[in-house]
């Protein structure tokens, strides 16, 4: 076995992106492409996500062939768990990417370049800065998000080792509860990583069993749980979070499906308004999105919002993976 990447990170988040050597998933669609993965390849997303070449925290993500008419490429996003249906760091990075790769379809354009993504849970429109010159580079990415919308606000649920505590449940390409950290007995300068991932995980568990999620056009599964600076309250200039998602990643930067479906939230709350930024920054490396929400929509029945979050992916490096013949841990084990 042998498989190259690219290596990049967005706010300190890997984005491990494959470019040969994995199999090509069957299906019409996207969803179908995944459960082909699923039922029939999972073993070499363990062997491109877990030790010894990737890590606990490790983030891939596959290029695929798109379905939808208005899509440049399609990515399917791999983590500890399996599979996520939106990414929107990953999108950030893949987007400069696909600029400098020339995968995109049309001419390149200053000072941004339009790059649309099929992700699992839809388009998702990015726009990457571009300077000219005898040297084209790529830079900061915005993305326009899929209608993100609130699912339950102080919602009660009883969490293992820490009594009943409120949280509210949204959408931003994938589905999040979200709790404050204070009501966790914790504290972002003061408590450990290790503490914070554990309550987190507690109500992400606690909140799958409270809470019946659906969604008209992808999975509808809890994703993960965001534990924030404040959860009802107007937040400060620069709000604070931590996303803890799939099986207890820990992600380093501040979670770009996350960061939307908390401005869904805020502003059902009235904490914002259209076309007003508010910049969210991670509580473990202190990276930041600037974020926005830009216009209402609509999902099904309920009240939606689209939602622009700006930030910026790095290269890293390039990696060829390879195993040898009888090399069994070679083939992924992790460690917690």
């Known amino acids: 076995m042998r498989i190259t990447t690219t290596e990049m990170h967005t706010g300190g988040e890997p984005v491990r992106i494959i470019e040969s050597g994995y199999p090509v998933p069957q299906g019409e669609t996207i969803l179908d492409k995944i459960n082909d993965l699923r039922q029939n390849h999972d073993h070499y997303r363990k062997f491109v996500i877990f030790e010894p070449h990737g890590h606990f925290d490790m983030y891939g993500v596959l290029l695929v062939t798109p379905d939808h008419p208005e899509a440049d490429i399609a990515t399917i996003f791999l983590n500890n768990e399996g599979y996520s249906t939106m990414c929107g760091h990953a999108c950030i990075s893949v987007a400069r990417y696909a600029v400098d790769k020339g995968l995109i379809h049309r001419p390149i354009t200053f000072p941004e370049t339009q790059v649309n993504i099929q992700a699992p849970c839809g388009l998702v429109k990015t726009f990457v800065s571009?300077?000219?010159?005898?040297?084209?580079?790529?830079?900061?990415?915005?993305f326009e998000s899929v209608p993100s919308f609130v699912v339950a606000t102080d919602l009660e649920v009883q969490v293992e080792g820490h009594d009943v505590v409120k949280v509210d449940v949204a959408y931003g390409g994938?589905?999040?509860?979200?709790?404050?950290?204070?009501?966790?007995?914790?504290?972002?300068?003061?408590?450990?990583?290790?503490?914070?991932?554990?309550?987190?995980?507690?109500?992400?568990?606690?909140?799958?069993?409270?809470?019946?999620?659906?969604?008209?056009?992808?999975?509808?599964?809890?994703?993960?749980?965001?534990?924030v600076d404040t959860r009802d309250r107007t937040p400060c200039d620069v709000s604070t979070n931590i996303c803890i998602f799939a099986d207890s990643e820990t992600d380093r930067s501040p979670c770009g499906s996350g960061t939307t479906a908390r401005i869904a939230l805020m502003y059902h709350r009235g904490h914002i308004i259209l076309g007003q930024h508010h910049t969210f920054q991670n509580g473990v490396t202190g990276s930041q999105f600037l974020g926005r929400p830009v216009k209402e929509s609509q999902v099904e029945n309920k009240m939606a919002v689209v939602v622009e979050i700006k930030g910026e992916g790095y290269y890293t490096g390039r990696s060829e993976l390879t195993l040898e013949e009888n090399d069994s841990l070679g083939r992924g084990f992790l460690i917690r």
């Not at 300068?189 to 309550?199: D, L, R, T, V, Y």
């Not at 809470?211 to 749980?225: I, K, N």
């Open 130 to 142: 571009v300077e000219g010159g005898d040297n084209l580079k790529s830079g900061r990415v915005r």
């Open 174 to 227: 994938a589905f999040y509860a979200f709790v404050s950290i204070t009501d966790l007995g914790l504290d972002f300068q003061k408590s450990s990583i290790g503490e914070i991932n554990k309550a987190a995980t507690a109500v992400t568990n606690a909140t799958k069993k409270a809470v019946t999620l659906t969604h008209p056009d992808t999975p509808a599964f809890l994703y993960g749980t965001i534990v």
